[in-house]
């Protein structure tokens, strides 16, 4: 039987520069890319600005982990949640109006002689299992 090596830390994200994720480097990146064109775009009181609100918003994404999920993951998850109804009601007087022609009637049990298989049946069932279904039977 061949052994394979299980990853232990899979929920950690590699780093790239120094202690900066991945993750936290495409953000701050972005966010200097945005900080560069409002400089060119804007006059410096507005430049600094949007320059500050746009680093306090890269800075949070990126660095902010909240009950250890990250940022983001916690907006999307409260998004999420706003856009969900907050109570749930369950109305079965529309399921069966809805449904009762497609339901066929029930039929009570009776149980008749039980079954009984004869050994060279059983033999077969066992060798079908197991082969794990690579013996078909007949």
């Known amino acids: 039987m061949q052994q394979f090596t299980v990853p232990q830390f899979i929920d950690v994200e590699n780093q790239i520069i120094g202690p900066i994720t991945t993750r936290q480097f495409m953000i701050l990146l972005a966010a200097a890319i945005t900080i560069g064109i409002s400089y060119k775009l804007f ?64 039929t009570a049990y009776q149980p008749g002689a039980p079954k009984v298989y004869q050994k060279s049946r059983l033999a077969e069932l066992a060798l079908i299992v197991d082969t794990k279904g690579r013996y078909k039977g007949e």
Request: proline share 5%; net charge positive.
């Open 43 to 106: 006059d410096f009181s507005l430049f600094v600005t949007v320059g500050v609100i746009t680093l306090i918003v890269a800075a949070t994404f990126a660095f902010v982990k909240i009950n250890g999920r990250p940022f983001h993951l916690f907006v999307l998850n409260t998004i999420q949640t706003w856009r969900r109804p907050g109570l749930r009601v369950w109305n079965n007087q529309g399921l069966i109006i809805e449904q009762a022609e497609k339901i066929a009637p029930v």
